[in-house]
């Protein structure tokens, strides 16, 4: 069973720096799409970052946070990382790493870890 | 990058048939996916590609397209369908994924 567990989150001051991960358990990241995905306070979903098979292997961003945020895996840990630098209080969210399915789909999600950025 | 446009409520009473819209270019190129988000909880896949539906989900639960809409079907709602309804797509050109701003669905 495909399993998705986050961590790492917390509460962080503006301009610093912060690192989730998740590990991916049931499944090999070297076949599997796993992706971020972002949810503030109230708000809906946006889709952040993540690893993409389609065509070459290569990571992709949001605008939002090109430049700021690198993703990243780690395949012998069957972990994913997000690696979240120059943070605003705009990136305060849930953040959720899910599987993308053929087609395009997140079919499995993990619970979430939070991260607020606040002075 | 492509926009999706949902109504941001949609209200239906109990026995009846709710549908809920997601609008925009991208859906008349690319498969449209809807996420079920109760409170609290990480959203769940309910119709992907259109119209397909996972396994564990109601018959209740199904998806159309039409030129530039997508619709999600919620039929004979009950009180447990209230939650928010996402839409999505996969913008392969851009290479972003998108989602839909989300609609509430009160079961009333």
């Known amino acids: 069973q495909v399993q998705l567990v986050e961590s790492g989150g917390g509460v962080v001051q503006p301009g610093r720096s912060l690192r989730l991960s998740c590990v991916v358990s049931g499944v090999s990241l070297s076949v599997s799409e796993i992706h971020w995905v972002r949810q503030a306070p109230g708000k809906g979903l946006e889709w952040v970052a993540g690893?993409?098979?389609?065509?070459?292997?290569?990571?992709s961003y949001a605008d939002s946070v090109k430049g700021r945020f690198t993703f990243s895996r780690d395949s012998f840990k069957n972990t994913i990382n997000l690696q979240m630098n120059s943070l605003g209080t705009e990136d305060t969210a849930m953040y959720y790493c899910a599987r993308v399915r053929d087609g395009g789909f997140f079919d499995k999600w993990g619970q979430g870890t939070r991260v607020t950025v606040s002075s | 990058s492509f926009v999706l446009s949902q109504p941001p409520s949609v209200s239906v009473a109990p026995g009846m048939t709710a549908r809920i819209t997601c609008a925009g270019d991208s859906v008349t190129i690319y498969g449209v996916h809807w996420y079920q988000q109760k409170p609290g909880q990480a959203p769940v896949v309910v119709i992907y590609s259109n119209s397909g539906r996972p396994s564990g989900i109601p018959e209740r639960f199904s998806g159309s397209k039409s030129g530039n809409t997508a619709t999600l079907t919620i039929s004979t709602a009950e009180a447990g369908d209230e939650a928010d309804y996402y839409c999505q797509v996969w913008d392969i050109g851009g290479d972003h994924r998108v989602f839909g701003g989300g609609t509430k669905l009160t079961v009333l």
């Open positions: 690893i993409s098979y389609y065509g070459n292997t290569h990571n």
